[in-house]
């Protein structure tokens, strides 16, 4: 079994934004479906903001996952790197992704099968929020 093995499925996800330049809480729910694609994973996101100035508008999100080894690698849809995650390693994992001039920092925590989270801390001269994501098999 590849490292990819325990996240391929359907997960339901829940996540709240704590946008502290703009003073704003929001939250969006919906799924995350991650499917083989002859190279790895095809994460797709799709959900409504329920919470916050984006009340009702429908978000949409691509990503590649590519095992390497017992790493995964994220890419963005169009092939550019986003990020590298070891998921064995005590059940956490952090990475970082520099998009000049901002950063985009993530915790991992898995309680797999069942669940797994993503915590995005983003900062630079027009953001500064926390993104927590929590993911659960559907």
């Known amino acids: 079994m590849d490292v990819l ?3 391929e ?3 339901s996800l829940s996540r709240r934004v704590e946008d502290r330049r703009a003073g ?3 939250a969006l729910e919906g ?3 991650l499917t083989r694609d002859g190279e790895g994973l095809r994460y797709e996101e799709s959900g409504l903001w329920t919470e916050g100035p984006y009340t009702g508008l429908k978000a949409s999100r691509v990503y590649l996952w590519r095992a390497t080894g017992e790493e995964i690698a994220v890419f963005f849809s169009d092939g550019r790197p986003f990020h ?3 998921p064995g390693e005590a059940g956490q994992a952090q990475a970082g992704h520099d ?3 901002d950063r985009y920092d993530v915790l991992y925590r898995f309680e797999l099968p069942h669940l797994w989270k993503s915590v995005w801390t983003v900062a630079g001269p ?3 929020y926390t993104a927590t ?3 659960r098999r559907a």
């Open 24 to 26: 704003a809480l929001l």
């Open 133 to 135: 994501t929590l993911y």
């Open 9 to 11: 499925d359907r997960w």
């Open 99 to 101: 998009c000049a001039p």
């Open 5 to 7: 093995s325990a996240f």
């Open 126 to 128: 027009a953001k500064d």
């Open 84 to 86: 590298d995650f070891r």
């Open 31 to 33: 799924e995350a479906l």
